[in-house]
T-cell receptor, first 112, second 113 residues
């Protein structure tokens, strides 16, 4: 069975500060890793994904995540956040076309 | 269509009433997934389909919940005799065969009063 743990339920940061949202997973098989973002009263949007290859993956809006197999982690980082990054962030794993297993979510709050 | 379309956006039902939610997956996608989000977090997997066939129903409550994906019709999730704890946002997602990414709809907020 797979499980995902997001270590922080809330992360408050100041605008233009760096941020890291932590995600650890457990699985006995190879998995795909994802970060989804949920803005208030909206659905989930894919932020980035790791399938194979380079362990560092980037999104178009400045986020990046690094797959660390030995630590079974997939932490999300951004060097400088904006007010518009305020949202709930979900880490998830899956095996191809299988269901997604989500973490509990991290609420990122950006303060001016 | 180019997005997963869920209807209705909001649904209010009295306890004991039936609720039916609909999902039109992206055209060409073979997999459909239903998730339940309670209290703004904790996504719980309910069921998935490969075309009209149930692919994985390990998250589906055995009583009161049922789902279908019939050819040429939106997929549906039905809750018989709703209970207060069924209040949640229900999300549908779809993906291509051999795909690695699921695309989510905007969700249906079910409120049971």
């Amino acid at each position: 069975a797979q499980s995902v743990t997001q270590l922080d339920s809330q992360v408050p940061v100041f605008e233009e500060a760096p941020v890291e949202l932590r995600c650890n997973y457990s699985s006995s098989v190879s998995v795909y890793l994802f970060w989804y973002v949920q803005y208030p009263n909206q659905g989930l949007q894919l932020l980035l994904k790791y399938l194979s290859g380079s362990t560092l993956v980037e999104s178009i809006n400045g986020f990046e995540a690094e797959f660390n197999k030995s630590q079974t982690s997939f932490h999300l980082r951004k060097p400088s956040v904006h007010i518009s990054d305020t949202a709930e962030y979900f880490c998830a794993v899956s095996q191809g076309a299988q269901k997604l297993v989500f973490g509990q979510g991290t609420r990122l709050t950006i303060n001016p | 269509g180019e997005e997963v379309a869920q209807t209705p956006k909001h649904l209010v039902r009295g306890e004991g009433q039936k609720a039916k939610l609909y999902c039109a997956p992206i055209k060409g996608h073979s997999y459909v997934f239903w998730y339940q989000q309670v209290l703004k977090n904790e996504f719980k997997f309910l069921i998935s389909f490969q075309n009209e066939n149930v692919f994985d129903e390990t998250g589906m409550p055995k009583e009161r919940f049922s789902a279908k994906c019939l050819p040429n019709s939106p997929c549906s999730l039905e809750i018989q005799a709703t209970k207060l704890e069924d209040s949640a946002v229900y999300f549908c997602a779809s993906s291509r065969i051999h795909g690695t990414e699921a695309f989510f709809g905007q969700g249906t907020r079910l409120t049971v009063v």
